[in-house]
Structures are given as structure tokens and as C-alpha cells.
């Protein structure tokens, strides 16, 4: 067995495990941004005032003439 190739081999793998431990972190980050966005939302919605109605209905009386 040739050192130098295992040597390679073993570097080549950090280098991928290396990668995929900082896309791991980028996902978790970016799913805790989205809930913590998620929960600042629901919160705003629940603290606004309700909107008034914008349409008005009346009773309207039809009188026999």
C-alpha cells in the first residue's frame, strides 16, 4: 500500500466530511431563521388591531306607496 495514496484518500474525505458539516450548519441556521421569523409574524398579526369592516350593510325599508 502506497502511503502517499492513503494519504490523498484521507485528505479527500475530510475535505467532503468538511463540506457537509458546514451545508449541515447552513440548513439548521436557515431553519432557526425561519422559525424565528415565523414566530415574529404570528406575533405582529396577533398584536395588530382588527381592521374595521369596510362594508357596511343597511336595512332598507321599502315603503307602499
Known sequence: ????????????????????????????????????MKLKTRKEVSEEPPAPDKVRFTLGFIEDS
Open 1 to 36: 500500500v502506497l502511503l502517499d495514496r492513503v494519504e490523498h484518500f484521507i485528505q479527500s474525505v475530510a475535505v467532503f466530511e468538511e463540506q457537509i458539516f458546514q451545508k449541515r450548519a447552513r440548513l439548521q441556521q436557515a431553519m432557526e431563521n425561519n422559525e424565528e
